[in-house]
């Protein structure tokens, strides 16, 4: 299948998860129950990825300014626009994609390949909408808040980093957080995330429902699902970047 063909599949699978859906009292219980999977269950890993890049982006930054003409407030603004511009948004969506993308295209691709999907058709449910439609809303909601959550704790961790280990002073590390500080970055970071939830849960959730073949293709689906999804959501990041920066 060339790419075009893949392109024109993956949009009508995306058209088909809001065509002919069910009464919307039917979602609300599987929307949490997918937040719970994606949201919760990734806060551990986020927490760990998000708190030590804070830190080792504070100890690198620090140990780059050689000069003594810049002030070491600057620490704490290269920490702060480092996260909300790329750190937060960007690195955290590319270990969702390894950990959520993967999950759902393992789940969908099972019940693909055991004939769930297909006899959720003969009742007359629309598959696609009934399990894809959930699983988008929950991520779009989940992982901008996982994002929120990285850039607070990517911050204290170079703040705490930064800190005890004698590299820079509280007050010159929060100063550096306020100086020359632009809102906009923090609904720059929101609109990336989002964007990325959108690429990571429809991706997998595409891959894990066209998946033929047994247990060997269901794993293929899931490599795939990660792959790209990083790459678009690295493609995503450029365009973003060049369009509202």
């Known amino acids: 299948m060339n790419v075009i063909q893949n392109w024109g599949k ?53 140990d780059n300014l050689v000069s003594p003409l810049v002030p070491l407030s600057v620490i704490g603004t290269i920490c702060r626009d480092m996260t909300l511009l790329e750190l937060a948004p960007t690195f955290t969506c590319v270990v969702l994609a390894g950990k959520v993308g993967s999950n759902l295209a393992g789940e969908i691709g099972s019940m693909r390949i055991t004939e ?21 809303i929950a991520a779009c909601i989940m992982i901008p808040a996982l994002c929120i959550l990285a850039s607070f704790l990517s911050l ?10 004698d590299v820079i002073t509280p007050t010159d590390f929060v100063s550096g957080l306020r100086n020359g ?16 939830a959108f690429l990571i849960s429809t991706i997998a959730s595409y891959k894990g429902f066209y998946t033929t073949g047994g ?17 678009g959501i690295l493609i995503a990041d450029l ?5 509202l920066i």
């Open 116 to 136: 769930q999907i297909d006899a959720i058709d003969v009742m007359g449910i629309n598959s696609s909408s009934y399990l894809i439609l959930p699983k988008i």
């Open 10 to 62: 993956y949009f009508i699978f995306l058209s088909g998860t809001v065509r002919n859906r069910e009464p919307f009292r039917v979602y609300p219980p599987l929307i949490i129950d997918e937040m719970v999977k994606i949201g919760t269950n990734s806060f551990l890993i986020v927490a760990i990825v998000s708190s030590f890049i804070g830190a080792v982006t504070c100890i690198q930054t620090a």
């Open 156 to 165: 204290l961790g170079g703040y705490l980093v930064g800190v005890f280990g």
């Open 215 to 231: 247990a060997l293709e269901i794993g293929q689906a899931s490599t795939k699902a990660v792959t790209n999804s990083v790459i």
């Open 181 to 196: 500080f632009r809102a906009f970055n923090v609904f720059f970071a929101l609109i990336k995330s989002f964007v990325f």
């Open 239 to 243: 365009l973003l970047a060049q369009i």
